[in-house]
């Protein structure tokens, strides 16, 4: 019941209809009439009873009236002192009853004073219409509300946000309340205990917001003085030279009027060329002012002469930086504050460090298992076969074009995907085969030479996919349910594909570690490897054999450009990037090898990222240092991290 | 008692005749000292295929005579032209600076002068000042003198970790590609002081002969081309042809077997490495002046690749062999991709070349190392020597 | 009489395999030596272990007078230290002539530098003219090694190693692929090399050792079974009982 008569009220306080069942004794007009002079005036000292008084009244015409008050929209009949909500028509006002909203006659300019108040009591005003809002009976304008409390905070809604708390039902919603009570209590609390509480509040928290709430108590700002300041909470002294430089100390002292500026060398430059006379300045002749010791002295003769600012000397301007004290102050005077502030920051600084490697290792693996993914063809190809396939690049970017034009004829992104997979294996072993075929078998003696002639097959193929598919990237849509990110907190999230991405990885090595040590055809590939003539001797076809293995490394490679090219631009170049990182990633991890290439792609994800924390805004020398690493690393560890051991090794 | 060097190599003195021949020729009918039948630009693109055929000769001398596939060398010859692109990007705005000074009441100091021309070089990357990579760019003689050391101390350190280890073959393939790319990749940031991916630009002006014409200049540097390639093809032939080489080539075919005999593999591979970093040094000096400008992107693991092409298609363990892949390849790449050749329309397709062509280049590389392991020197010997025979 | 290459208790491990397991062998400054076994007894692992192909886990090899040991040092320090291997397969260098590949192989100073100033002396021709009247090539000089026979091929190893002037022969399986009249020339080659130097052979075919007439050591499972003249051992019956299986 009394909820349908507040939200009747409420319907009311919208002007959709007049609602006579609020007309009763005591309105908003009775309340205001009251505090007639203190209203009219606007002096804060007198409003605040004034306003105190409509929020308690627990009248819905209240919160109106106090917006349109707040609005400067609030008039007084300067006859009888009633207050009016007035909208202007021809050359006065047209009046409307503030309890009821009922058309209150029309009134000429001059009957009429507009409420202007000022901005202290505006902010009374809005504190009381936050406590309205707070209160609202919609969780979501609630909400709302305290999104905009959290953006413009102000000292005034610490008291309502507080009521609110204590008021609201909705669990989360109160949660989000009391961080920001928190905050507030942080920035605006008088009380300096209460203050130090809200601060042990947010140790250790990594949101945003207790980042936002803490930085201020612990902004220094630096000053310099003939002695340290007495009373000032002093962040710590420093010394010229070692804290700051030397020329930071002395614009310090320059800001605060302690030593006048120094002479600059294009001051000193100005100076001479407004005084050359006769060919020469301060009596040195122009020709000769072409060092900075000549124009030095040069200067001193103006100087002296009085025609321009004597400089400091080094010596002089050393004494006089070590006669001052130099220091970084806090805004916030009490020291009990910032020392809690430091302690909560560091605290929280620890645990988002935390957090950032933690992130770090997400994005590291993903890397990892793009390069695994990117390489594992080649662990097959180049590990067990020994043949160097310079076209592997070129195959991956075969895969993502097939998964391109997939796009083209299937328009569902989860079917197309499903369908591009299997195509794209088909497709790239199929290239493989011919490639082995028709190539690489008759090269098989000759290594280098199969990376010369694989090379020029990359040319042709990339040219080849230019001219088919232009230079423009072509989209490789990944379907609606992999967009998005799996967000942990603030600083750890990781997005879907790059979670997909990982998956696959795992698939790929669990099928490619099953196929070769559990299947006939893993047999014999590990036979031929290590002995063709012996593995031929016993029935074992090895031209079949390299065959199918070639096929299978190059259709492998096609998966992996569906895969690559979800996140990447699918260009004729896209293998290009890749290609140098996957022979490293094999060198690296130990050829031979799947759960080599494994180690490579790990090893080499991990320290990409590792460099890049170190110096984030840079990429491209994270990759030389790592690259570099890699190539020591080889020097001290030739055969990789999973390296075969004696003969088998066939050094 | 041996015989002379010349009289058992008749070959180096074709060749070198030849070389001779054409230089002179082409001054004749160039437009800056003759007839004017040859433009400008195309004796620019002779003095720059001959600087090509220069670091070809480096590399059959590295690959096809001691057996290292190096993905390294176009690196080394980009080194080169960075060193000398040092010294004529600092000198020619030294002059711009100087002359912009002239009429200023005061003469420069040196600070002024040095900030000047750092605001002029790195305006483009928004640096002000001059990176401690450029602290010799001031001198000709010390980056004539990093022309060689550069590229020769990156070759050392790199090959003597490398050989130490006993990476070869393809290991060390991937490895050297590995650098270049390390190195095109460091050359490609803005902070690496050598002005990000706008490379060193406007070589082709030489500070101090601003009133020579270009047409004069690119027969100077068509001479000096020239005259770097006679001399290191003297000098690689003389080192193969010796004893060194006959070790270099035994190291190519058994490097195990070399070892027992109680040579020590790995100096005579530093050596033949350095010695060839330093000649693709040389000659990237003298090419990218005619070029006019280089960049990181000429650094790129895929230009030593077609390095090795070249000389692949020319002809490996010979050095005309080396030096006539590197012509007909890039002369003919550049004929291709300049659109001159007209277009085969095919009624449902037209194939221009300027798409196709290394479409063609690719295949027809695979050809080459299928049908003709020896290249074009090979199919050139066994048709006229044999023939003699 | 002192010993020329001393190895005592030397054990490989190859991924936990024992390919030598705690060797001793001993050869004195002018002598020929047999080396005999079955497949997988260590032979060609004991000969990588002199030259310095593979590093032992344990033990001791020491060399000369001064008994250097060899562990420390590269293969190419220990081939001009004197000690010449001639590989089972013939390795000659086939894309150069017979001449040039004894003129690489001639004792002389193998540095990058020393070797790029070298200049053919009268007497180093003659030298390897020499060799080649020795090893039976002398008219073969000028032609490429790819265009010899097979025994040619094996003689023309030899006569490089000969050229090396090494202290110590360790030969692997010379006479395998060759002729009845190839393996006479062989013989006489090594018997005569023995003369002036230690020459040690490992050998599969029991003729072939017993026409070298020669001390002969026994390798089984990577340890010295028996060591004597061909006839001791062969009635050994521990020597039997390996070559003919139990």
């Keep these: 019941m009394r909820i349908l008569i507040s939200l009747l009220a409420f319907c009311a306080g919208l002007w959709l209809a007049p609602a006579p069942l609020a007309a009763q004794e005591g309105g908003v007009q009775a309340i205001l009439q009251q505090h007639r002079e203190a209203v009219a005036s606007g002096s804060r000292r007198g409003v605040e009873p004034a306003i105190n008084a409509l929020k308690a009244s627990g009248l819905d015409q209240a919160r109106e009236v106090l917006e349109v008050w707040q609005a400067r929209e609030l008039y007084q009949r300067a006859a009888d002192g009633l207050f009016f909500f007035a909208a202007p028509e021809g050359d006065g006002f047209r009046l409307r009853d503030i309890d009821t909203g009922a058309d209150a006659g029309f009134a000429a300019k001059a009957e009429m004073t507009q409420l202007r108040p000022s901005g202290g009591v505006r902010g009374l005003i809005g504190a009381a219409l936050v406590a309205f809002r707070l209160l609202d009976p919609d969780p979501e304008d609630r909400r709302t509300a305290l999104a905009a409390l959290s953006r413009s905070p102000e000292a005034g809604h610490l008291e309502p946000l507080r009521d609110a708390v204590a008021a609201e039902t909705d669990p989360a919603l109160r949660r989000d309340m009391e961080r920001l009570e928190r905050a507030l209590t942080i920035s605006f609390d008088r009380d300096e205990a209460a203050r130090i509480e809200a601060i042990g509040f947010f140790e250790g928290d990594t949101g945003l917001d207790a980042r936002a709430a803490l930085a201020p108590l612990v902004a220094t700002t630096r000053g310099a003085a003939v002695s340290a300041p007495e009373g000032a909470n002093i962040a710590r002294i420093l010394e010229p030279g070692d804290d700051l430089s030397e020329e930071e100390a002395w614009a310090l002292l320059v800001e605060a009027g302690l030593a006048p500026a120094r002479v600059t060398k294009a001051d000193i430059r100005a100076a001479l060329e407004a005084n050359i006379e006769g060919g020469a300045a301060g009596g040195v002749p122009v020709r000769d002012l072409g060092s900075d010791a000549a124009r030095e002295r040069a200067y001193a003769a103006l100087a002296a002469a009085g025609r321009a600012q004597p400089t400091v000397t080094d010596a002089e301007a050393r004494a006089i930086l070590d006669d001052h004290v130099f220091f970084e102050r806090y805004a916030e005077p009490s020291p009990a504050i910032t020392e809690a502030a430091e302690a909560a920051l560091a605290s929280i600084t620890f645990r988002v460090g935390a957090m950032q490697a933690a992130d770090l290792t997400l994005d590291a693996l993903s890397l990892a298992s793009i390069y695994f993914l990117a390489a594992i063809g080649l662990a097959i190809t180049f590990g067990v076969m020994r043949v160097i396939n310079m076209a592997h690049g070129e195959f991956i970017m075969m895969g993502a074009y097939t998964g391109y034009v997939v796009q083209l004829f299937v328009p569902d992104y989860t079917i197309s995907i499903l369908v591009a997979l299997p195509l794209a294996f088909a497709v790239t072993f199929g290239a493989g085969v011919a490639m082995e075929r028709l190539v690489i078998r008759w090269l098989y003696h000759r290594p280098l030479e199969t990376l010369l002639a694989t090379f020029g097959i990359s040319i042709a193929l990339q040219q080849l996919a230019k001219n088919v598919f232009g230079t423009q990237a072509r989209p490789l849509t990944a379907p609606g349910w992999l967009d998005g990110a799996l967000v942990f907190n603030d600083i750890v999230a990781i997005s879907y594909i790059r979670i997909a991405i990982f998956v696959m990885a795992l698939v790929f090595l669990a099928l490619l570690v099953f196929v070769l040590n559990r299947t006939r055809l893993g047999l014999e590939v590990r036979a031929v490897t290590q002995n063709p003539g012996m593995a031929a001797s016993m029935g074992i076809d090895p031209d079949r054999i390299n065959m199918l293995t070639f096929g299978l490394g190059s259709g492998i490679a096609g998966v992996a450009g569906v895969a690559i090219g979800l996140f990447a631009q699918v260009t004729s170049e896209l293998g290009q990037g890749y290609i140098v990182q996957s022979f490293m990633t094999v060198v690296v991890g130990g050829v031979g090898n799947i759960f080599g290439a494994l180690a490579g792609a790990t090893l080499i994800g991990f320290l990409q990222k590792g460099i890049e924390w170190f110096n984030p805004s840079n990429t491209l020398a994270a990759q030389t240092y790592m690259i570099l690493f890699i190539i020591l690393f080889i020097q001290f560890r030739p055969k990789g991290i999973i390296a075969l051991k004696g003969r088998a090794a066939g050094d | 008692m041996q015989r002379s060097f010349i009289a058992r190599n008749p070959s180096v003195l074709v060749f070198l005749a030849a070389l001779a021949l054409f230089t002179i020729l082409v001054t004749i009918l160039a437009e800056g000292a003759g007839a004017g039948v040859i433009s400008t630009s195309f004796v620019k693109t002779l003095g720059k295929t001959l600087c090509l055929c220069l670091v070809a000769v480096a590399m059959d001398l590295v690959w096809g005579y001691c057996g290292i596939l190096s993905l390294g060398h176009f690196a080394f010859f980009g080194l080169g032209g960075y060193m000398i692109g040092m010294w004529l990007m600092y000198a020619r705005t030294e002059e711009i600076v100087l002359s912009a000074n002239a009429g200023a009441a005061l003469p420069m100091t040196p600070q002024e002068l040095s900030d000047g021309i750092a605001a002029q070089i790195f305006g483009v990357v928004g640096g002000s000042e001059l990176p401690w990579v450029w602290s010799f760019a001031h001198s000709l003689p010390l980056q004539l003198m990093l022309i060689l050391l550069l590229p020769g101390l990156i070759a050392l350190v790199f090959g003597w970790l490398a050989f130490r280890s006993r990476v070869a073959g393809v290991y060390l393939s991937i490895l050297t590609q590995a650098m270049t790319l390390a190195l095109s990749l460091w050359l490609f940031q803005n902070d690496s002081g050598l002005r990000g991916n706008n490379g060193l630009s406007g070589l082709q002006n030489i500070p101090g002969l601003a009133e020579v014409p270009q047409a004069t200049l690119s027969l100077w540097f068509l001479w000096a081309s020239a005259f770097a390639l006679g001399g290191f093809y003297l000098l690689a032939a003389w080192v193969v042809s010796g004893k060194f080489g006959s070790v270099i080539r035994a190291i190519r075919d058994d490097e195990a077997r070399v070892r027992f005999l109680g040579y020590s593999v790995e100096g005579y591979k530093l050596f033949v490495f350095t010695l060839t970093a330093m000649i693709a040094g040389i000659a990237g000096a003298l090419y990218y002046p005619q070029a006019g400008i280089v960049n990181p992107a000429e ?91 | 009489m002192s010993a020329l290459l001393e190895v005592s208790g030397v054990t490989v491990t190859f991924d936990g395999f024992r390919a030598i397991n705690d060797l001793s062998f001993e050869i004195g400054p002018a002598e020929l030596r047999a080396v005999i076994g079955p497949n997988g007894a260590g032979k060609t692992t004991f000969m990588d272990i002199v030259t310095g192909k593979t590093k032992p886990d344990t033990g001791r090899v020491l060399w000369g007078e001064e008994s250097r040991s060899l562990l420390r040092m590269s293969e190419a320090e220990i081939a001009r230290a004197g000690v010449g291997r001639k590989f089972q397969r013939p390795t000659v260098f086939e894309d150069q002539s017979v001449f040039d590949n004894l003129l690489l192989a001639l004792r002389k100073n193998r540095s990058p530098f020393g070797v790029l100033f070298y200049r053919r002396s009268a007497e180093d021709k003659a030298r390897v003219e020499a060799l080649a009247a020795e090893i039976g090539l002398a008219d073969q000089l000028g032609r490429l090694a790819a265009e010899l026979s097979h025994g040619q091929k094996q003689w023309l190893e030899i006569g490089m190693l000969l050229a090396q002037e090494p202290r110590l022969l360790l030969v692997d399986e010379p006479a395998a692929g060759m002729t009845p009249a190839e393996r006479e020339h062989t013989t006489d080659l090594l018997v005569q090399a023995a003369k002036t130097r230690a020459v040690v052979v490992v050998e599969h075919d029991m003729e072939f050792v017993r026409r070298l007439d020669c001390k002969v050591t026994v390798l089984h499972e990577g340890r010295v079974l028996a060591e004597g003249s061909l006839d001791h051992v062969t009635r050994n019956q521990e020597v039997i009982d390996v070559y003919l299986g139990r």
Aim: net charge positive; proline share 4%; glycine share 14%.
């Design chain 2, 299 to 389: 650094i790129a693991p895929i230009a030593s690749i077609y390095l090795a092409v070249w000389v692949a298609i020319g002809g490996r363990g010979r050095l005309w062999g080396a030096v006539l892949g590197a012509a007909a390849v890039s002369l003919v790449s550049s004929w291709f991709t300049s659109g001159q050749v007209p277009a085969v329309p095919l009624g449902f397709y037209t194939v221009e070349w300027t798409d196709w062509w290394l479409v063609l280049l690719g295949f027809g590389f695979v050809a080459v190392t299928l049908f003709a392991p020896n290249g074009l020197a090979g199919l050139v010997e066994r048709i006229f020597i044999r023939g003699a025979k």
